[in-house]
């Protein structure tokens, strides 16, 4: 394996684990849609939905067209459902590519009818009902005409019908269970019509993992699929492995005395002769610069503390109690070594963020590295790994 500055390493075996962990707690016969939008939450989206496509997913959610087109062009012929909003110059390439939309309102429809009709296809579309998210969907009020309106579409096949809960991680169950009833009180009123729907869903990892009320047919992985457990409560039912570390390593160590400030600002400044170790992170890599003097890095097993401002290219910590540590260290960012780890969650609660936000922000010089079969024989972008072929980036 090529000698990397700056790398993620992605565990598909990780991967592998946690959708079988989850596929076991549902409901018997719910289908499992791979949430793959946002580059797969930082994980990298072609490697990781190849992979979970061969696990045995049924649908992939993306987040807009382009993203959708990404996994066509790389061969992924898997059913991929575009959760958000299209643009009219988007249709003519989502109905060509087969790509299955979801529909918002009444103007998407009759674009997607008519370019169907253009090309002389038939489009399988999802409908969204806003159940109390407001933030994309037809409120429950106007949904059974504008169903009654997509059904009689020729060109178009209305084969799923989803909501979005608003408060899945809420202590209280109250929110996500009035949502259930909104959205139920639709699909009754849509099959006295004469409405009905192959796949129904509404949960997302956590809902999924919480109340089995929520599985319907389909449900939603994402978060959970990597790994993390941003609202604590997937470690009540199950056990889920990280997917992502993200690594650098030392490439300058001085030594300064008493006194000395430490980068922009002079926001740290040592209280001790102090070992000094400069890493090639920086918050255009996806570090952010509010863990500045926060956070901690493991070297060698142990944590060593960020210390002066995170720039654009570069981090410092103090190494002074790893003796050691020496140039060309690795440096674990997110990720175990020994017995020691640091968590997305763990950044996430040191900025005041959620752990989406942590994976998703990795930059583009981050190497992506992918893992299988526990031979942590790997590959980079753009390679083949040995023990899971097919699978690049």
Known sequence: MKRNRLWAEVDLD??????????????????????????????????VTKALVDYGVDMLGVGDSSEALELRRADITAPILILGA?????????????????????????????????QNVM??????????????GISPRNAIEMLKEIAAMPNLKMRGLMTHFSS????SRNTINQQLVNYHQVV????????????????????ALRMSTTHLNMVRLGIALYGIDPSG???????????????TRIIYLKTVPPGTPIGYD?????????????????????????LSNKARVLVRGSRAPVIGGITMDYTMID??????????????????????????????????TIPYEITCQLGKRVRRIYFSNEQHNGAAEGEKPRQFAGISD
């Open 266 to 290: 002079r926001t740290f400044t040592t209280y001790r002769e102090t070992r000094v170790a400069t890493l090639p992170v920086g918050y255009n890599d996806g570090y952010p610069f509010l």
């Open 319 to 352: 190494v002074t109690d790893i003796p050691a540590t020496s140039v060309g260290d690795e440096i674990t960012l997110i990720g175990k070594d020994g017995y020691s780890s640091v968590t997305a969650s763990e950044l996430a609660n040191l900025t005041g």
């Open 14 to 47: 990780a991967l592998k684990h946690n959708f079988t962990q989850i596929k076991n707690l549902l409901t018997p016969g719910t289908e499992v849609m791979a949430i793959v939008k946002a580059n797969a939450y930082g994980h990298g989206a072609v490697p």
């Open 168 to 171: 899945a991680g809420a202590v």
């Open 233 to 247: 409560f997937f470690t009540d039912v199950t056990t889920l492995k990280p997917v992502l570390s993200f690594k």
């Open 188 to 207: 009754a009123e849509a099959r006295r019509n004469g409405i009905r729907f192959d796949i129904q869903h509404a949960a997302n990892s956590t809902a």
């Open 86 to 118: 299209l643009i009219e110059d988007e249709v003519p390439r989502v109905v060509h590519e087969g790509i299955t939309p979801c529909i918002h309102s009444r103007d998407i429809a009759r674009l997607l009818q008519d370019e169907a009709a253009r």
């Open 123 to 136: 489009l399988d579309v999802h409908v969204n009902v806003d159940t109390g998210m407001s933030r994309l």
